[in-house]
């Protein structure tokens, strides 16, 4: 066919059962995200609306070039501006509102960097970075999550057009390079010709966006599933299923109605299947995309030569179900912030709170494509290109200045942002909360052993001469002001900052990354000191950083870490998002080799709960080999007991429960969720000489975990503690290695 020709391709006209496989996606996705449990594969419905994308996109652009012989950038991006823009800045701005007026300020700064990459359409890569960052692991998700999969697709809007002008441009540089045309036979058939050309390079191109992407979504879904899971370069071979399509659609259409009809049925059952059998372990995107993006294909198949209506598109075209593939762009963008907020105002989302928040979000969907998506298609204002591109840009810039102002305002670190307190600052606000003196001339406060009351005569007005105490000392010293309420104001760190009480070894990189293999040692203390500690293991062994380092501080001790994220010190196997953690392995046993050879006095580790790629007692067994083997090299080893932890996120529960946290963010020690405690103390009866270094009674005093003590919130998120308590909790850790006799009189 010519350029010239004016003959329709068959993906260019309207087909009532792709607005059917429209339904069909957004329904999985709704499903996946309300939590009903037979639909644990729902997040393929993305990768349908993917194909989806990349078919229509590019029938429309090919029957331009057939049409025009080129294509118009401008004409393009403003269509894709009409289309896109209005619901998805609307929602936006909405979602920010609602987070404005439901979710906690703790939460805000993330949301309002989401926001506004949201708007710049790169929003995938800023989820895929904090996918990959530990730290983030426990956060709440982002009600602007869902916006990657947009940025995904703008993303190829804007690559897929520019490489076809290429391809052109090319193309009209090989047909300059044969004979030129003499007479109007030899114009058709050099027309022709380039037509030929053009064809083939477009072909190849599909063919290597598709086939590069592909091979990379395999590797990096293996090395790196988390990323994998967000980035451009390993969906675009989703688009591409969609790309090659379009590209063969004229020959596609020719196939039997014998052999079209039953790959229609064969589909759906594929993009069904998926959606029910597929589940957060399922390796994806990698080669299991394949089959919701085939089984999309095949049903678009099913449907060229106006086959629509005829087999499954029988099915899809039913009027209730393009309804709901008409909301489907503004009911995805509407029902994930509703199930978000649902979640933290039901803290949790049983099956049936998210079906009704999905339902919900048919109100919204419906409100946008009737006010929204549909007047500002016909908005004359905005019909020409260029006039829509420039509304556009003008739109999204103010709200890109709105969302970075956001940024600006509620950001928490930085330059000019919040930062952690030092604990000597803690204690110099806790003495004046206290009315007693600080400690600016001293070098820590000094150990109360439990039972006994810290020194210091109260004068007549109140006014105390002995040290302010924080957390676990003022524990020891007067549980019962310990276990007081504290205003919000006064908590230390602040409840909308608690996630950023970090130990230090974070701040200076000490603490690797879940692919790193090759230890990475840091050290704190004297450099001649006679007493020689390594600290190691996971997230849950760092956490102790501050109190080791705060008794290195004060008896002249040198400390040194190795620590990894989600990796235990283990001579064994632990899984990690279901895998086995081969780099966690071959990390322990560079660690182990640097323990052997380091001349230490004392090791220190402690853990969180794994899983074994055999059955459960392979972790304590792996946890015992390691420390033996220490042991045998002369080396002890004090394994810090895992404290009981919460599961759910105790900053955000005393921000919205400022008068009531003491009664309502606390919980019952033998409530609390699965720690590494149990597989620590099974390892520790395999083991031949590894202590137990038991501190649960400074965390969990009597039987109750508070979220609060001594003005110190003591968790940081679901999990861990805030590294301001742990360092008040080294009197408790020095007290215990002292009495098992690990280490030399405390000074």
Avoid at 386 to 407: M, P, R, W
Avoid at 482 to 491: D, I, K, N, R, S
Wanted: hydrophobic share 45%; net charge negative; charged share 15%.
């Amino acid at each position: 066919m010519s350029p010239g020709s004016t003959a329709p391709h068959p993906g260019t006209r309207f087909r009532s059962d792709i607005q059917g496989l429209r339904a069909l996606a957004v329904l999985l996705v709704l499903l996946y995200h309300a939590g009903l449990p037979f639909a644990p594969g729902g997040y393929v419905g993305v990768d349908i609306f993917f194909v989806i994308s990349g078919y229509l996109i590019t029938s429309g652009l090919l029957a331009r070039i057939r049409e025009h012989g080129r294509l118009n950038l401008v004409d393009f991006y403003g269509r894709r501006v009409r289309r896109i823009l209005p619901a998805a800045l609307v929602a936006l701005i909405g979602t920010v509102l609602l987070t404005l007026a439901i979710l906690p300020r703790s939460r805000w700064d993330t949301i309002a960097t989401e926001a506004t990459g949201s708007v710049l359409f790169v929003v995938n890569w800023i989820l895929g970075q904090g996918s990959t960052d530990y730290l983030r692991h426990d956060e709440a998700a982002s009600p602007l999550q869902h916006y990657w999969s947009i940025a995904v697709e703008e993303q190829f809007y804007l690559l897929w057009p520019l490489v076809l002008i290429l391809v052109l441009v090319i193309a009209r540089w090989r047909h300059a390079r044969q004979d030129r045309p003499d007479g109007g036979r030899s114009r058709h058939r050099a027309a022709s010709s380039l037509a030929v050309i053009q064809r083939q390079w477009i072909v190849g191109a599909a063919v290597v966006l598709f086939v590069g992407s592909l091979v990379h979504s395999l590797h990096l879904t293996a090395v790196n599933p988390a990323m994998a899971y967000f980035a451009t370069t390993t969906r675009i071979h989703e688009l591409g299923v969609g790309v090659l399509l379009a590209v063969f659609a004229t020959r596609l259409a020719n196939l039997p109605r014998r052999w079209t009809l039953p790959l229609g049925w064969a589909g759906l059952a594929a993009m069904i299947g998926a959606g029910v059998s597929f589940s957060g372990a399922t390796s994806f995107p990698g080669a299991a995309a394949l089959v919701p993006t085939l089984g999309a294909a095949a049903v678009i198949v099913s449907g060229l030569n106006a086959r629509e209506r005829s087999g499954v598109g029988s099915l899809l075209s039913l009027r209730p179900v393009t309804v709901v593939g008409d909301l489907s762009y503004s009911l995805y963008l509407w029902h994930w912030p509703l199930i978000v907020m649902a979640t933290f105002l039901f803290g949790g989302l049983p099956w049936y709170v998210g079906l009704m928040a999905a339902a919900l979000a048919f109100l919204p969907a419906w409100a946008s494509y009737r006010w929204v998506e549909k007047p500002f298609q016909r908005w004359t204002v905005v019909r020409p290109p260029g006039k829509a591109i420039q509304v556009g840009l003008a739109a999204s810039l103010v709200v890109i200045v709105g969302t970075a102002s956001l940024d600006i305002a509620t950001s928490r670190t930085g330059p000019h942002g919040w930062q952690p307190p030092t604990y000597a600052e803690a204690l110099d606000q806790a003495a004046a909360e206290q009315g007693v003196e600080d400690r600016a001339g001293e070098p820590g406060p000094q150990p109360v052993p439990p039972g006994q009351t810290a020194e210091g005569d109260q004068g007549a007005e109140g006014t105390g001469v002995g040290p302010a105490l924080l957390g676990g000392e003022l524990l020891q010293a007067d549980p019962e002001a310990a276990l007081g309420h504290t205003p919000l104001e006064a908590l230390l760190p602040g409840a909308d900052t608690v996630d950023l009480d970090l130990p230090e070894a974070y701040a200076q990189d000490c603490v690797q990354s879940d692919r790193e293999t090759d230890p990475r040692a840091c050290t704190y203390g004297l450099d001649d000191a006679e007493f020689r500690v390594a600290l190691t293991g996971d997230s849950h062994a760092a956490q102790w950083q501050a109190a080791v380092n705060r008794l290195a501080a004060e008896n002249g001790w040198q400390v040194r870490t190795y620590l990894k994220s989600s990796c235990p010190l283990t001579g064994g196997q632990v899984l990690l998002e279901g895998d086995v953690f081969s780099e966690c392995e071959q990390w322990n046993a560079g660690v182990m080799e640097e323990l052997r050879a380091g001349d230490y006095d004392l090791v220190l580790t402690s853990s969180f709960i794994y899983e074994s790629p055999e059955d459960q007692s392979s972790v304590p067994e792996g946890y015992a080999a390691a420390w033996n083997e220490l042991e045998e090299s002369g080396i002890p080893v004090g394994v810090i007991i895992d404290p009981p932890i919460p599961g759910y996120n105790i900053p955000e529960c005393i921000e919205t429960r400022p008068d009531s946290y003491v009664q309502e963010c606390g919980f019952a020690e033998n409530e609390a969720e699965p720690s590494g405690a149990d597989q620590q103390r099974e390892a520790l009866e395999r083991a031949a000489s590894a202590v137990p270094l038991d501190v649960v009674g400074g965390i969990c005093p009597d039987g109750t975990c508070p979220a609060v003590i001594g003005t110190v919130v003591v968790w940081r998120d679901k999990n861990h503690l805030t590294s301001t308590y742990a360092e008040s909790m080294a009197p408790w850790l020095g007290q215990v290695l002292h009495g098992q006799g690990l280490v030399p009189a405390l000074q």
